[in-house]
């Protein structure tokens, strides 16, 4: 299951996420954003955003 929001009727709650089926249940608009828990993500997206090298570095410090 993964969390939706409907951005024109405002309507959330959960649902079963479907890439075929994204439309909001309550008045079928598509402009709907899934917010999937990391759980729900395949292996290799995991990894994905594990392997990301970080933006700051803490590391580096002097000059
Ligand atoms: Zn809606």
């Not at 970080?54 to 410090?61: F, K, T």
Request: proline fraction near 8%; hydrophobic fraction near 30%.
């Amino acid at each position: 299951m993964a969390r939706f929001r409907c951005s024109v009727c405002a309507s959330e709650g959960k649902r079963v996420y479907d890439p075929q089926r994204h439309e909001c249940p309550r008045c079928g608009s598509k402009d709907v954003v899934f917010a999937l828990t990391i759980d729900e993500l395949p292996d290799e997206i995991i990894e994905a955003i594990a392997s990301a090298e970080p933006l700051d570095d803490p590391g580096s410090d002097g000059g």
